[in-house]
């Protein structure tokens, strides 16, 4: 019987640890009626994360309503001050150039896109925004856009 625990115990871990795909921070925000303003800002805040020099990922969830091939997004961080430490501009692919197929994982005609960004947040970022560069008022199909930081 005692041998029957240990195994239990060691399976228990073995499957907790598997599961665990090594994020310290996932959120996503919503987008009202499924449009991104061109003044919507997407405030991520990091004050209880600690982040060091980890590899991120931007995230957009979106339907077969969004028109374009990619997405510009502006990325600003702040530090605890508000102090701006970055501001780039990402290009995000959502679609296959040639083929012309949604990129990412999707269920219907709902996809979502993860692309690794080409900086990493270090301590001093407290908050990142992420605003829709697209020189257009309203993106129709996003749903929502998110930020995840890996181990």
């Known amino acids: 019987m005692n041998k029957v625990k240990h195994c239990l115990l060691v399976v228990l871990i073995l499957v907790s640890v598997a599961c665990t795909d090594g994020r310290i921070y996932e959120d996503f925000q919503s987008l009202p009626n499924q449009n991104w303003g061109v003044t919507d800002s997407l405030i991520f805040d990091f004050q209880d994360v600690e982040l060091i020099n980890t590899p991120n990922l931007v995230a957009m969830k ?10 510009y997004l ?12 970055d501001n780039k501009l990402v290009n995000m692919v959502l679609f296959d150039p040639k083929s012309g197929e949604p990129l990412g994982e999707g269920f219907g005609n ?4 993860y692309d ?3 900086f990493l947040f270090d301590q001093q970022t407290k908050s990142v925004t992420l605003l829709q560069y697209m020189r257009q008022d309203l993106l129709p199909g996003v749903e929502a856009v998110g930020i995840k930081i890996l181990k």
Do not use: H, M, Q, W
């Not at 709902?110 to 896109?113: A, E, V």
């Open 110 to 113: 709902s996809y979502t896109r």
């Open 116 to 118: 690794t960004l080409p």
């Open 62 to 71: 979106f339907n077969e309503e969004y028109a374009f091939s990619n997405c």
């Open 74 to 85: 502006r990325i600003i961080s702040k530090d605890s001050a508000g102090v701006i430490l």
